[in-house]
């Protein structure tokens, strides 16, 4: 209800946010360039050609099988990291509030607040939490 | 002339007289006449203009002396004498271009805030004075700054709900924190020297200089952060560690395969000199375990999750890291 | 009553009519009213909490607590107003503000604003893994603390003009920024192994700015001069944390403690005759513990003592009826007191406007900066702990003695070229030049042309350098195969296009539309980012790996993973864009005497590099946005939008393949 002694304002906004990562693959040997000579060098470097399988049979890039001591405690499945750091977050933020003049000199306000936020991917801690602030009084002018 | 006569002259003149002294014992100021003329028919405009600033401005503040409605809406004579012809008098409507309309400000306001005014970015687009100043308006000339710049940039607005952001929406910044509408000699920030100084004003801890650097820090704040807003905490453009790789390569360590023990406890295990790197032995567990719930996957979600959880002092840092290899520039100190 | 008012009448309008020509003096008189408004506000705010507030009220004060504000505005005098205005919710939320104006002689306004900051309490509990003998733990110390930081700032600007000098005015202002609570810090000790503690800090760190300025404008003449002074100090107590002895496997002669670390060293000569569970002298080490500290608590998170000292000249001069000419000139000193470094920074701006007959705006400008830090002469051995062990070489480092040639100790069956490698690559002490240095150039011109009324066109183009005083070094071989270290190109030049359209029709529609295309030349990139793909890997014969060399490792899948691979990192990675296009367009509409309007906007963004030579990357943006505004009068406004914007980033992330 609005009238010269009163006033009523409502602000807020709604927000839907997340960030998301595509699961991270390793590319394919052939898919990678290879320079065996920098090509930035000084002197003007050449590229050399991509080798091919060594003495023991392996191509480059290939890894050993997991018997090979060095290499058997290894693990280049990186398919599930993308998800340790996803983000989504809902929040709603609302305000109400209301002025009242219940005398020339003297006006009533009170406001009633809503914030809400759901972490709906939580990354290192949930941030999910909502609050409710209400608050009013009184103003006296001279 | 008898004294009867002249009373009767006086009498009559009377009317005319006052106002024509009134006119002459105030000419040195112009405004309050003139202002009072325009108040005929603009009463309820003048009221309200004499709260404002222009209301109250004094003849020193002007180059010329003049102050009042004439200042910037010229002689108003023909205007009166018109019947309040609109197009006798300056206006500011939308019929006037804003660089016309801003030329009568300017005439006036050369003080160092309008200093660069001409060639900003604002001005070159045609935002004049009176898209974001209310000149006849109470004692808040600009009513809200944020929300005045938000009629146009609505896109800021947006971001400015994003999870992380400045404390715009909550009143304890404005868009004049960081901007100036009027534009200054590097642009619209509000800042003459370069963006990075306008950051370090109120972030002044990470200002430095430190002995050991982080080269894109001087490349520019928004390398990584975007002030308006951003999803990821910190205001970063993207979440770690992605924002992290797109310049640094993946820790060695997070191609490791985590150990899913039996009991899921922590231990470490007595090396084989015969066999090499050794499994770890589960019969000689030394006392004061740690639960290590992560598993096959634990050396992933500890390298791969928040590059920042070990080198904390992105920005730079006096203190050296523990690594020889990393010559002490490793940023975790 | 007067029987003739007329006399005492004109003495009335006469002195009120002389008032505002004596107050317009900026003289005090006695005013025939005094206006005072005084508003007293008292209430109280309640709350219901739920869950976390650290995201949803980061900026909110949101504890129950009374609410308090004053406002006092007082004209004294017809040309003199004074206001003061308070509200505080609580000790974390208040603000005021006061304003003078004494007859427009001197102005002053502060305002103070104080606010809380919820921060991160990092629970880290993603940092425990167990692989072999390698261990990732940490340790939470303050778990569960809510961390804050409560702002406080406070601005007061005052403004002096007399009335004698025309164009003259004087101006102050001080600025300070208070903020304490507690913060979460992070420390790490490697090779224990990697050990993550979490303590809380406290926060005291206060920002004071001050400036004083003086602005003298006469006919075509404009000037303008400030010099400013910041000082930030941190004066809450800075933490330790512990770095531990490193634990490794025991290396040749030593008997490996329980827990595998070194233990003590077999005694007697031959290695037959030492106790069982030595590790054979034949073994080669398997790794150093690489550190330069351990068993000892070192301060973290230090923040230093920093001062500034700025000036800023700026002079413009009108030349002719449509035309003026700006310069700025800018230096400002930042010094580091804790280390007494400090970079020196010189900026000159210099600008041209001018109207070419009633259509055409055209502001040509140039810019030149230049931006000078010290130099560090790193003294890496004097941070040296105690050493873990008595007679362990290597650490600390006996004189004459480095990790290199330590490691060359059974130099007959030292591979080729490794000492030319380690005659590259220092990792003692070093003079750190910094990177901050360089010469910056700008040069650019926009160009207004206004075709039709309420209409404008605005071309723009901008040219510039970054010249850098100390680029980066990288390895790489020269033609020959020779390992040579060149330092790459530091010079960075982009040219940037702008369009923009704006047109407004009558009072009802307003559009506006930009296009802005960026091309970078050598975009500033990470030279020494990621290890290029490994060519030539060979599984070795006995168990020994790569014992052939190979590069990128001058000992292939042998070289070790920080002294010999670090260096051998030459992919460039980077977040610069080598093409940057954005488009945006905004337009408002209000129907013919209606009181609402209806807005909407739209932006593209496309950036990539594919300058980079191992890689490239692309980041595409765009969004929409909409809403509708409702003036109701004085009484009724309203205003509703929506947007969304979406942003996709393509890269790759480079994954090594050694461990270490």
């Known amino acids: 209800m609005l009238s010269d002694k009163s006033e009523i304002y409502v602000n807020g906004s709604l927000s839907q946010t997340d960030g998301s990562f595509d699961t991270l693959h390793i590319h394919e040997y052939s898919d990678v360039p290879i320079d065996l000579i920098d090509q930035d060098a000084t002197d003007g470097g050449t590229a050399g050609e991509l080798p091919g399988p060594g003495d023991d049979g392996i191509l480059p890039g290939e890894l050993p099988e997991a018997t090979d001591p060095a290499l058997k405690f290894h693990d280049y499945d990186f398919t599930e990291v993308h998800d340790y750091s996803n983000l989504e977050y809902d929040e709603l933020r609302i305000t109400l509030g209301a002025n009242y003049e219940v005398l020339p000199s003297v006006k009533l306000f009170g406001a009633v607040a809503l914030y809400d936020l759901d972490d709906n991917e939580p990354y290192l801690q949930n941030a999910t939490g909502a609050v409710t602030v209400v608050s009013g009084g009184i103003t006296w002018m001279f | 002339m008898k004294t009867r006569d002249c009373r009767a002259i006086l009498r009559k003149a009377l009317p005319l007289v006052v106002p024509l002294l009134a006119v002459v014992l105030a000419a040195g100021i112009g405004s309050a006449e003139e202002s009072s003329d325009c108040a005929v028919c603009h009463d309820k405009l003048s009221k309200q203009f004499e709260t404002t600033i222009h209301g109250r401005i004094a003849e020193f503040e002007t180059l010329d002396g003049r102050t009042g409605c004439v200042t910037c809406h010229g002689e108003g004579t023909e205007h009166m004498d018109e019947g309040g012809d609109a197009t006798k008098i300056r206006g500011f409507g939308d019929e006037t271009k804003p660089e016309d309309a801003a030329e009568v400000c300017t005439s006036c306001h050369r003080s160092e805030a309008l200093h660069d005014w001409y060639g900003g970015s604002h001005q070159m687009s045609g935002v004049g004075c009176a898209d974001c100043h209310q000149v006849h308006a109470g004692p808040g000339e600009v009513a809200r700054y944020s929300e005045t710049c938000m009629n146009c940039h609505e896109d800021i607005q947006a971001r400015m709900q994003y999870p992380s952001h400045h404390p715009v929406r909550e009143g304890h910044m404005t868009c004049l924190s960081c901007h100036d509408p009027h534009g200054n000699s590097f642009g619209m920030l509000a800042n003459d020297e370069r963006p990075e100084e306008l950051c370090y004003g109120c972030h002044a801890h990470l200002q430095g200089p430190f002995v050991f650097e982080h080269e894109p820090v001087f490349e520019g704040c928004d390398t990584c952060h975007d002030p308006h807003g951003s999803v990821a905490n910190n205001l970063l453009v993207q979440n770690e560690p992605f924002l992290c790789l797109q310049c640094h390569e993946m820790h060695f360590h997070a191609g490791l395969e985590g150990e899913e023990t039996a009991s899921g406890m922590w231990y470490i295990p007595a090396f084989d000199p015969a066999v090499g790197t050794s499994k770890p032995d589960r019969d000689t567990l030394p006392d004061g375990m740690v639960e290590i719930p992560n598993g096959m996957s634990g050396y992933k979600q500890a390298f791969v999750t928040k590059c920042t959880q070990c080198h904390t002092q992105v920005h730079g840092s006096d203190s050296p890291t523990q690594t020889i290899p990393g010559r002490g520039a490793g940023l975790m100190r | 009553m007067i029987r003739n008012p007329w006399p005492l009448l004109l003495i009335v309008i006469v002195i009120l009519a002389g008032t505002p020509f004596l107050a317009g003096d900026g003289e005090d008189t006695e005013p025939p009213e005094h206006k005072t408004t005084i508003e007293f506000t008292t209430g109280y705010q309640g709350s219901s909490i739920d869950d976390e507030l650290l995201r949803v009220a980061e900026y909110d004060s949101v504890d129950p607590s009374p609410l308090t504000g004053l406002l006092w505005r007082s004209s004294p005098y017809d040309t003199t107003t004074v206001g003061l205005e308070l509200f505080r919710i609580d000790a974390d939320d208040m603000s005021g503000a006061f304003e003078l104006d004494a007859a427009r002689k001197a102005r002053v306004e502060a305002t103070m604003d104080g606010f809380i900051h919820r921060l991160d309490n990092d629970p880290v509990a993603n940092l425990k893994a167990t692989s072999d003998i390698k261990t990732v733990r940490s340790t939470d110390l303050d778990f569960g603390v809510d961390h804050h930081i409560r702002n406080q700032l406070y601005n007061v600007e005052a403004k002096f003009q007399h009335p004698g000098v025309l164009g003259l005015s004087f101006r102050t202002g001080f600025r300070a920024t208070q903020r304490e609570g507690t913060r979460q810090v992070l420390s790490t000790s490697h090779c224990t192994s990697c050990h993550v503690v979490s303590q809380g800090r406290e926060v005291d760190q206060s920002t004071r700015d001050l400036a004083v300025g003086a602005h003298f404008a006469r006919g075509r003449i404009d000037f303008d001069y400030e010099i400013s002074g910041r000082k930030f100090e941190e004066d809450g107590l800075t933490p330790t944390a512990p770095y531990e002895a490193a634990l490794r496997p025991a290396p040749a002669g030593w008997k490996p403690a329980e827990d595998g670390s070194r233990g003590d060293p077999c005694v007697g000569a031959d290695p037959a005759l030492w106790e069982p569970g030595?590790?054979?002298?034949?073994?080669?080490?398997?790794?150093?513990?690489?550190?330069?500290?351990?068993?000892?608590?070192?301060?973290?998170?230090?923040?230093?003592?920093?001062?500034?000292?700025?000036?800023?000249?700026?002079?413009?001069?009108?030349?002719?009826?449509?035309?003026?000419?700006?310069?700025?000139?800018?230096?400002?000193?930042?010094?580091?007191?804790?280390?007494?470094?400090?970079?020196?920074?010189?900026?000159?701006?210099?600008?041209?406007?001018?109207?070419?007959?009633?259509?055409?705006?055209?502001?040509?400008?140039?810019?030149?900066?230049?931006?000078?830090?010290?130099?560090?002469?790193?003294?890496?051995?004097?941070?040296?702990?105690?050493?873990?062990?008595?007679?362990?070489?290597?650490?600390?480092?006996?004189?004459?003695?480095?990790?290199?040639?330590?490691?060359?100790?059974?130099?007959?069956?030292?591979?080729?070229?490794?000492?030319?490698?380690?005659?590259?690559?220092?990792?003692?002490?070093?003079?750190?030049?910094?990177?901050?240095?360089?010469?910056?150039?700008?040069?650019?011109?926009?160009?207004?042309?206004?075709?039709?009324?309420?209409?404008?066109?605005?071309?723009?183009?901008?040219?510039?350098?970054?010249?850098?005083?100390?680029?980066?070094?990288?390895?790489?071989?020269?033609?020959?195969?020779?390992?040579?270290?060149?330092?790459?190109?530091?010079?960075?030049?982009?040219?940037?296009?702008?369009?923009?359209?704006?047109?407004?029709?009558?009072?009802?529609?307003?559009?506006?539309?930009?296009?802005?295309?960026?091309?970078?030349?050598?975009?500033?990139?990470?030279?020494?980012?990621?290890?290029?793909?490994?060519?030539?890997?060979?599984?070795?014969?006995?168990?020994?790996?790569?014992?052939?060399?190979?590069?990128?490792?001058?000992?292939?899948?042998?070289?070790?993973?920080?002294?010999?691979?670090?260096?051998?990192?030459?992919?460039?990675?980077?977040?610069?864009?080598?093409?940057?296009?954005?488009?945006?367009?905004?337009?408002?509409?209000?129907?013919?005497?209606?009181?609402?309007?209806?807005?909407?906007?739209?932006?593209?963004?496309?950036?990539?590099?594919?300058?980079?030579?191992?890689?490239?990357?692309?980041?595409?943006?765009?969004?929409?946005?909409?809403?509708?505004?409702?003036?109701?009068?004085?009484?009724?406004?309203?205003?509703?939008?929506?947007?969304?914007?979406?942003?996709?980033?393509?890269?790759?992330?480079?994954?090594?393949?050694?461990?270490?």
């Not at chain 3, 191992?614 to 809403?627: E, H, K, L, P």
């Open chain 3, 278 to 660: 030595c590790v054979p002298a034949s073994t080669p080490a398997p790794f150093d513990d690489r550190l330069w500290f351990q068993s000892t608590d070192l301060t973290v998170n230090k923040i230093p003592r920093v001062e500034r000292l700025a000036h800023k000249f700026k002079a413009r001069a009108a030349v002719g009826d449509d035309s003026s000419f700006k310069l700025t000139i800018v230096q400002s000193t930042t010094e580091n007191e804790t280390t007494s470094l400090e970079y020196d920074f010189t900026a000159y701006r210099a600008s041209y406007y001018t109207m070419v007959g009633r259509n055409l705006r055209l502001n040509v400008y140039a810019n030149h900066e230049e931006l000078e830090n010290d130099d560090v002469f790193v003294d890496l051995p004097a941070i040296f702990g105690p050493a873990p062990a008595v007679g362990y070489p290597g650490f600390p480092a006996p004189p004459g003695v480095t990790f290199q040639n330590w490691r060359r100790s059974d130099g007959d069956d030292e591979p080729a070229g490794l000492a030319a490698y380690n005659a590259l690559v220092e990792f003692e002490q070093y003079l750190r030049e910094s990177r901050l240095d360089r010469t910056e150039d700008r040069l650019g011109f926009d160009f207004v042309w206004r075709p039709v009324r309420r209409g404008s066109v605005r071309f723009g183009f901008k040219h510039r350098n970054v010249d850098r005083d100390n680029p980066a070094t990288k390895l790489g071989f020269d033609s020959a195969g020779n390992l040579v270290e060149f330092t790459v190109d530091g010079e960075t030049t982009d040219n940037t296009f702008k369009v923009a359209w704006n047109q407004r029709f009558r009072k009802r529609t307003r559009l506006n539309a930009a296009v802005t295309y960026t091309t970078t030349d050598n975009p500033y990139a990470n030279v020494n980012g990621g290890l290029r793909q490994f060519a030539g890997y060979r599984a070795s014969d006995g168990g020994v790996l790569g014992s052939t060399p190979v590069p990128p490792g001058p000992r292939g899948t042998a070289s070790l993973q920080y002294y010999e691979l670090h260096a051998f990192r030459v992919a460039d990675l980077g977040l610069h864009p080598s093409e940057d296009l954005t488009m945006r367009a905004n337009a408002r509409w209000s129907p013919k005497k209606a009181k609402w309007s209806l807005g909407g906007n739209a932006r593209f963004r496309t950036a990539e590099n594919d300058e980079l030579d191992y890689t490239d990357w692309q980041r595409d943006s765009w969004g929409v946005g909409a809403n509708v505004l409702v003036a109701g009068g004085s009484k009724f406004l309203f205003n509703l939008g929506v947007d969304h914007a979406f942003q996709e980033t393509d890269a790759e992330a480079i994954v090594p393949l050694m461990d270490g």
